[in-house]
């Protein structure tokens, strides 16, 4: 079962309304962005942290970039560095690196979210490729993944 799939079935089961958009190949947040006609604050990516060994799921704003300051102030720790892809690989087996939904708890990793996202009404994010997005209201993601919300980001 794809990735999207499952997350359709999460929705339905959940009575949450949600569209999917399908655009041109695009690979960066930017992109999939301008050719979906989504603002950059309203489309998720999903960043795989590896933070003192554990594999951790960054959920944030295309338009923003991630405070590593930030990020090692709130987990007290200076051992935080992206995930390489052969940290997260065997996590995502049905999703194309870079695609991956913001959902941790379909992975059983912990996801954060950054506190940016509470003021937006709606989330899109990759379903697991690079050619098809989710569109939901944001309040109904943050109950369905109970994401952390924290201070994580940069303009």
């Known amino acids: 079962m794809s990735i999207l799939s499952k997350i359709q079935n999460l929705l339905d089961k959940n009575s949450v309304k ?4 399908i655009h041109s190949p695009a690979f960066t947040a930017q992109e999939i962005a301008a050719s979906s006609f989504i603002s950059g604050k309203e489309l998720a990516k999903s960043v795989i942290l590896n933070i003192n060994g554990d594999i951790v ?3 944030l704003p295309a338009a923003r970039r991630l405070d ?5 102030k709130y987990f007290e720790t200076d051992e935080i560095n992206l995930a390489s892809e052969s940290e997260f690989h065997n996590i995502f087996p049905e999703c194309k690196t870079g695609a991956m939904p913001p959902f941790g708890n ?3 990793i912990k996801a ?7 003021g937006q009404k709606y989330i899109t994010f990759n379903a697991g490729n690079h050619r098809e997005l989710v ?4 309040a109904c993601y943050e109950k369905l993944v109970t994401p952390v919300p ?3 980001t940069i303009e």
């Open 135 to 138: 569109r939901m209201k944001y």
């Open 106 to 108: 379909l992975y059983d």
């Open 68 to 72: 590593f300051r930030q990020l090692k």
């Open 112 to 118: 954060y979210v950054c506190k940016g996202f509470g």
């Open 57 to 59: 799921m960054a959920v």
């Open 150 to 152: 924290i201070e994580m």
């Open 18 to 21: 949600y569209t999917i958009i």
